[in-house]
């Protein structure tokens, strides 16, 4: 998947115990995604587009429900949706399609979209 696929990608991230949301949209631009360079999109949607890291680890949750979700929506209409609610190192695992992903690499690049102070941005650093 390239970066002129995408129309834009939502993140939605929620601690479900404590009551706090925190939504944040990056529209396509032609120099990137708002202050949002290419490159760094182009990283994140690499390791989405990788096939998932297996893993053996069931997630664990917290009274404090981390959540996650990531939803890519192409030009196409197309939309390609991660969800995490795990309280595990890096929010892993990840959910895409229905397919647990342990890639560490993944959690790294979404954070790298994330500006700090954004809810559940440490956890997946």
Request: proline fraction near 5%.
């Given at each position: 998947m390239k970066t002129e696929e995408v129309q834009r990608i939502e993140i939605c991230s929620r601690q479900i115990g404590r009551g706090k949301h925190q939504e944040l949209t990056l529209h396509a631009t032609p120099g990137g995604f708002g202050e949002i360079g290419l490159g760094l999109v182009q990283d994140f949607l690499e390791q989405v587009s990788q096939a998932p890291?297996?893993?053996?680890h069931r997630p664990t949750f917290s009274p404090h429900h981390p959540y996650l979700e990531v939803r890519i929506?192409?030009?196409s209409g197309d939309e390609i949706c991660l969800?995490?609610?795990s309280s595990r190192k890096r929010m892993l695992p990840f959910f895409h399609n229905g397919t647990?992903?342990?890639n560490p690499?993944?959690?790294r690049s979404l954070?790298?979209?994330i500006p700090k102070g954004f809810l559940n941005r440490s956890r997946l650093t």
């Open positions: 890291v297996p893993g053996s929506v192409l030009w969800k995490s609610r647990e992903n342990y690499q993944l959690s954070a790298a979209l």
